[in-house]
């Protein structure tokens, strides 16, 4: 049982280059998120999805972009990369709300 | 909306001594509580959660929190820290319904020899 998987691990950007953060769960959880991890921030919520074809924002969501085709993916898109957009990003995924998060082992992204 | 906050960037305890994290929520419903630990390069992992019933909730490696409505707070305590809790700890406040949760900062903990 793999869990959440996320892809790549390590990226390197320039600005205005455009890319997607990979997310797959084999849980069959219903409910996914995307959260950036910045130094002294903890971690804030870019976009969630309560199911395939259901997405919405959260605290960060400005220049990113999701979609959920299906249970399993969930990914992220960074449209036009900014140095801002410097972070660590978490794919997370739970079976019911108010539930334990199952966490990815995360994505770091460098903007140059 | 709702928040949290650590009070404590670094903490530094050393190993073997009891260790308490601090952690203050705001909400106005019954929250749902969550700790979680991070490891350098690492993901997230669940301590305990607290919703409802004894204030008191025994997690994971050790790791109890206790719940006190008064203060609205949630701290997170251990009586012998070993060398391999040195880790960053976050707690996290979740609304009723939802599946996302609104983390703090994050307390450092430190272990000296």
């Known amino acids: 049982n793999a869990g959440v998987t996320q892809t790549p691990k390590f990226q390197v950007l320039k600005t205005g280059q455009s890319m997607t953060l990979q997310c797959a769960q084999d849980m069959n959880h219903e409910y996914m998120s995307w959260y950036r991890q910045d130094p002294g921030m903890g971690l804030r919520l870019i976009h969630y999805s309560v199911g395939a074809g259901i997405t919405d924002q959260g605290e960060v969501p400005n220049g990113y972009n999701v979609s959920r085709s299906t249970t399993e993916d969930f990914p992220l898109r960074l449209l036009s990369a900014a140095p801002s957009q410097t972070s660590v990003y978490f794919c997370a995924s739970s079976y019911a709300t108010n539930e334990k998060l199952f966490f990815g082992s995360g994505t770091q992204l460098s903007v140059l | 909306a709702q928040s949290v906050t650590q009070p404590d960037i670094h903490i530094t305890v050393s190993e073997g001594a009891s260790l308490e994290l601090r952690c203050n929520y705001s909400y106005g419903a019954t929250p749902y509580l969550f700790w979680y630990v991070q490891s350098p390069g690492q993901g997230l992992q669940l301590l305990l959660k607290?919703?409802?019933?004894?204030?008191l909730v025994q997690g994971i490696k050790g790791f109890e929190a206790e719940f006190k409505r008064s203060q609205s707070s949630f701290n997170l305590r251990k009586p012998s820290v070993h060398w391999s809790d040195a880790a960053e700890y976050f707690c996290?406040?979740?609304?009723?319904?939802?599946?996302?949760?609104?983390f703090g900062k994050g307390t450092m903990l430190l272990v000296s020899p």
């Open positions: 607290y919703f409802s019933g004894d204030t």
């Open positions: 996290a406040v979740g609304r009723s319904g939802y599946s996302t949760l609104t």
